[in-house]
């Protein structure tokens, strides 16, 4: 499996931008995948995912994204894209996406979806920065 982000970049504050992740090699029927943030010295911290099932295909934000940030996906869940609206310079840092298969984890709620550790396939990162 394979995943590539793309879209970072350099905005001023209360810009926006669009993070794309691209996901290959694999069939999954039933998958997740998330965003996930992780600055130098900080713990990894999960923003958003999405279940792309047929059991539930809600997107889930932490608190300091909602309202500004939407993830969606293509509809063969090979894809996925990150809108981030209104930034704060405390959006910077590096952004990864992740993938897991999620074929024999019907219970797949927040306390998976926000775990990297729930994630089999990462991507390499693409940075983010906010200036003020």
């Known amino acids: 499996v394979q995943l590539v982000e793309s879209g970072g970049g350099l905005v001023q504050a209360g810009g926006s931008l669009r993070l794309s992740c691209s996901a290959a090699?694999?069939?999954?029927?039933?998958?997740?995948i998330g965003w996930f943030r992780q600055a130098p010295g900080k713990e990894r911290e999960g923003v958003t995912y999405?279940?792309?099932?047929?059991?539930?295909?809600?997107?889930h934000y932490i608190g300091s994204v909602k309202g500004r940030f939407i993830i969606s996906s293509a509809r063969n869940g090979n894809a996925v894209s990150l809108q981030m609206n209104d930034l704060k310079p405390e959006d910077t840092t590096n952004y990864y996406c992740?993938?897991?298969?999620?074929?024999?984890?019907?219970?797949?709620?927040?306390?998976?979806?926000?775990?990297?550790?729930?994630?089999?396939?990462w991507g390499q990162g693409t940075l983010v920065t906010v200036s003020s």
């Open positions: 992740a993938l897991r298969n999620t074929m024999l984890v019907p219970s797949w709620g927040p306390e998976n979806g926000f775990s990297g550790r729930q994630y089999e396939h």
């Open positions: 090699g694999f069939s999954f029927v039933d998958h997740a």
């Open positions: 999405i279940r792309i099932s047929n059991l539930d295909k809600r997107p």
